[in-house]
Structures are given as structure tokens and as C-alpha cells.
């Protein structure tokens, strides 16, 4: 299983994908011990039975909402964890899939069906929910629906179809317009960062402390944004001269206006001087900014890249 924590804000984005195996909840509970308020995002075809069991438990006991969003499934083990949200939201676009449980050989098996049972009634669902949870074979799936989820009292929200991506996208569904106003403004943003970042260092102090949140998953390590300023800083003032260039076609963006966040990413080159020093340079980077918008302005929380190209630090002409 991947996890990936992404502070948005007072919010915390935790997303989980990929195969659910045997030491997974110990995992979670391991890397979500410091989060208090969250949104656990799911893309899995399942694996574990008591991983899973053990992960919807853990994400009950900390009171976080569970999403499966636009375009992904949620299927098996993962299902269960998503049962586990205090609230639990599902993209019209998603799937949610659920079977009886089976043994190491793929057979059906009681044991296994009677421990799913009692975590599911644990939850505070219906016995309607136990059997339709368990009605499918094991070779089989049975895909929730709304209808069925209230028919059943499973309780959900159906959040907008909000996940959007660029325009070359292979699949890119219809964004609500709530959706496309975030991204919209994200865009925006971004186009913003880049010219501000080319501007001289003047213009860029006085408008950086507003651009970053309280805290920063800055480059894989959570720091405050003080501490942001002070990198910023340091590198214009070793590079006072900057023209930042986000190359055309590069940015993406997948926004989900639920939790009122978006990822951006794309490639940008770059050219630096420093006349005091008689020095130039230049390159590519990649870029990925998670930026949240919760009750306010945008704000970046979290930030990474790598350098891709560059060319070899030369004399200023």
C-alpha cells in the first residue's frame, strides 16, 4: 500500500492506493499519529482482509471522513476502510465494489464472513447491510450504488464530479461548477507564482508570506512556513535576477472542490544571474504544488520538483 499525507490547510489529505497487505494498519496508524482532522482518499482493488478491517477500525476511532474520488475504485479490503469514514463520500464517477470473504485457497469461508459481520455491525450498520455486503462470491463483486447504499442504510455523500485534469486528458469528465471555478482560480495562481518569482526581490518579499500555509510539506519534510521564507530568501539573494517560464502544454491540475484542494504540476525553465557575482545559470524543473483553499485565500501546502536539465553555470556577458 502507498500512503501519501498532504496537509491542506486545517484539513489533512491522506491517500491510499494499491494493494492492501498484511502490516498496513500498523502502517497507518504509525504515519496518521500526529493528523486529527482528515480526509482519507482510496484507489485499491483490495488485498487483506484484517488489514482492512484493522484500517476502517483506525480511521473510525480517529473520526475521519473517507472519499473515493472521480474515476477510481475502491474495491474488496478497500471497501472496507472506506465503511470505517465518520462520513463517507463517493464521486458519481467512482466504484465502490464489495464480496464475501474468502480463504488463502479463494474460497468462500464462514469464519472470515463472521468477522466481516461483526466489524460491519461494530460500524452501526444494518443487518440488510451485512448480507449485501457478503452477497457476492468471491469471484464477484457487487458495485454500490446510491441507491442501493440507501436502500441498504449505508450511509454516504455523493460529492460533484469534481477531478479535472488539463485538457489532453484520455478521460476528462464534465466538472461541476464549483470545480471548475477552483481550478480555474488555481491556474490563475500559478501563472501568478511564476511571474511574481521573475519579479525583483522587492516585489517578491513583500507578497511571499501570503502565498504558503501554517505548515509546509516542503520538499518531503514538514516544516513551518517561516522556515519556507527563509529558503525563498536565501536562494533570491543569491539569485537577485530570476525568469521562471512554465513550458506550454506542461500543467496539470486535478482538483477536488470537496475538499477544496488541488494538485498542480508541469514543467518550468528557468534562467538565474547574479551580477554581483558575475555568474548566470539556467535549466528545467519539474514542479507539483498541493494548494488549498479552506474559508480563504489559496495557499500553498506542499511543494516539490526536481531538476531535469541544466546548463553549466557560466559568466555574465
Known amino acids: 500500500m502507498e500512503l501519501h499525507i498532504r496537509p491542506l490547510g486545517e484539513l489533512t489529505l491522506i491517500e491510499l492506493s494499491g ?11 504509525e504515519r496518521t499519529t500526529k493528523v486529527s482532522k482528515a480526509v482519507v482518499a ?7 482482509l484484517i488489514a482492512g478491517i484493522g484500517m476502517g477500525e483506525l480511521v ?11 474515476n477510481a475504485r475502491c474495491a474488496s479490503a478497500c471497501a472496507l476502510v472506506w465503511l470505517g469514514g465518520t462520513r463517507r463520500y463517493m464521486s458519481p464517477e467512482a466504484r465502490i465494489g464489495f464480496h464475501a470473504a474468502y480463504d488463502g485457497n479463494g474460497n468462500e469461508t464462514g469464519i472470515g464472513n463472521a468477522i466481516l459481520g461483526a466489524y460491519v455491525n461494530k460500524l452501526g450498520l444494518s443487518y440488510s447491510a451485512v448480507i449485501y455486503i457478503t452477497q457476492a462470491s468471491p469471484t464477484s463483486m457487487t458495485w454500490l450504488t446510491a441507491e442501493e447504499a440507501k436502500k441498504n442504510e449505508i450511509d454516504l455523500t455523493l460529492t460533484e464530479p469534481t477531478s479535472t485534469t488539463s485538457s489532453n486528458s484520455e478521460s476528462e469528465s464534465a466538472p461541476s461548477a464549483s470545480a471548475v471555478t477552483l481550478r480555474d482560480k488555481v491556474g490563475e495562481f500559478i501563472t501568478t507564482l511564476f ?3 521573475s519579479s525583483p526581490n522587492e516585489k517578491v518579499t ?19 512556513d517561516n522556515e519556507v521564507l527563509t529558503d525563498k530568501i536565501n536562494s533570491m539573494n543569491r539569485w537577485p535576477q530570476r ?7 506542461s500543467l496539470t491540475m486535478q482538483c477536488d472542490a470537496s ?9 518550468v525553465d528557468w534562467v538565474v544571474r547574479s551580477p554581483a557575482r558575475n555568474v548566470q545559470g539556467g535549466g528545467s524543473s519539474t514542479f507539483e504544488y498541493m494548494i488549498a483553499m ?15 536539465s541544466k546548463l553549466p553555470t557560466s559568466t555574465l556577458r
Do not use: H, M
Not at 475538499?259 to 514543467?267: P, V
Open 42 to 48: 482510496l484507489r485499491s482493488d483490495g488485498g487483506s
Open 259 to 267: 475538499i477544496g484542494g488541488c494538485k498542480a504540476s508541469g514543467i
Open 60 to 70: 473510525r476511532s480517529k473520526g475521519f471522513a473517507t472519499l473515493v474520488p472521480a
Open 206 to 224: 513583500s507578497i511571499l508570506p501570503r502565498l504558503y500555509g501554517s505548515r509546509v510539506l516542503f520538499y518531503g519534510r514538514e516544516v513551518s
Open 243 to 249: 525568469l521562471y517560464k512554465v513550458r506550454q502544454g
Open 195 to 197: 511571474a511574481l518569482w
Open 294 to 308: 479552506r474559508d480563504g485565500p489559496l495557499r500553498i501546502v506542499a511543494e516539490s520538483g526536481n531538476v531535469i
Open 19 to 29: 494493494d492492501i497487505e498484511k502490516g498496513d494498519a500498523d502502517l497507518f496508524a
